[in-house]
């Protein structure tokens, strides 16, 4: 669902794209980053050992406010471009996202998710709060990663 700009979003779920062009000199390092967990552990996460791989479950984890977060995940696709995946009963969240620069150096963060019951239904408004924190981090890392190129 995510490996493609959202043209469309299944009722229910809430879309999120961000995008940022990344220069010519940097896009074999950018790209490199964002094939691989490094990218989500610069994100502040728990990542699992490894190349994301398709079929592959993990487990992300992060800590907010002293509570660690644990954050299962399947793996539904990944090249030498990004990598997308779905999340697992036990996430807070219900849905998909995905990390991938484009042919035309365009790096895109993309997310189509629900909260995954009426406990983080309940928190929806914070949740908003942090995936906008979190996709903020992620055009931070890869400017950073493409300005330690040039």
Not at 60 to 72: D, M, S
Not at 123 to 135: D, E, I, K
Request: glycine content about 10%.
């Amino acid at each position: 669902m995510t490996r493609r700009p959202l043209v469309s979003v299944p009722g229910g779920l809430r879309g999120a794209e961000r995008s940022v062009t990344v220069p010519t000199e940097a896009r074999a390092a950018v790209a490199a980053l964002v094939s691989s967990w490094e990218f989500k552990r610069r994100a502040g996460f728990e990542v699992p050992s490894g190349a994301p791989s398709p079929g592959d479950d993990g487990v992300l984890a992060t800590r907010l406010l002293g509570i660690r977060f644990a954050e299962p995940v399947r793996v539904v696709w990944a090249d030498e471009c990004g990598f997308g995946y779905e999340t697992r009963p036990g996430h807070p969240l219900y849905g998909e996202e995905s990390f991938v620069l484009d042919e035309h150096g365009v790096f895109t963060a993309r997310s189509v998710s629900c909260p995954s019951n009426w406990f983080w239904r309940c928190g929806t408004p914070a949740l908003r709060l942090l995936q906008r924190s979190v996709f903020r981090r992620y055009m931070r890392i890869v400017e950073d990663a493409a300005g330690s190129v040039r």
